[in-house]
């Protein structure tokens, strides 16, 4: 059982690697991890791939970003009720650190461009959030068009109009 925990752990560090090393954003990675108490977290993912054969990266890298996300959507909820303080632009930048390895771990994370289109409009920067906005919806797009996108709109998980949600919020954005 450890071999598969240790397995795991370097599936991890490839993903997390293969993603970000030749970025700028490893460093905003690592510190916005420790800062946030995300290691945790996504030792936790590892508990979660016991037993399982496949270690997918980009599976690895979906669920870290989406962990990043989490965290990033907290800090936004921070942002709203700060927003006209003199610390609005700390914990913008804060959630900026979380979403943006988020993107890079994986491009289509959609909740990432639509936090970082977020922040950007809490901040009063329209041209970063309309950019975000735009990446977003050429994600969505894509996964409309994908398997992914298929079954989720067959999926009794997933509301059937969650893809229609989600375009009008990125849309509204653009506005």
Do not use: W
């Amino acid at each position: 059982m450890a071999a598969i925990c240790v397995d795991y752990l370097d599936c991890l560090i490839d993903a997390i690697f293969e993603a970000l090393a030749a970025t700028e954003l490893f460093d905003c990675f690592v510190f916005s991890s420790m800062e946030n108490n995300l290691v945790s977290r996504y030792e936790q993912l590892g508990c979660e791939q016991l037993g399982r054969e496949d270690r997918d990266v980009s599976v690895i890298r979906a669920q870290i970003s989406g962990i990043l996300c989490q965290a990033g959507f907290q800090k936004i909820a921070v942002l709203e009720k700060e927003v006209n303080t003199g610390s609005a632009r700390e914990i913008g930048f804060a959630a900026i650190n979380l979403f943006e390895p988020a993107i890079a771990m994986s491009k289509d994370q959609i909740a990432g461009y639509i936090g970082m289109a977020a922040i950007y409009e809490l901040l009063g920067v329209k041209a970063q959030c309309h950019e975000y906005a735009k990446r977003g919806l050429l994600e969505l797009q894509k996964t409309r068009q994908s398997a992914a996108g298929q079954a989720m709109r067959d999926s009794a998980v997933f509301p059937p109009d969650m893809l229609d949600q989600i375009e009008r919020q990125l849309r509204g954005y653009l506005e």
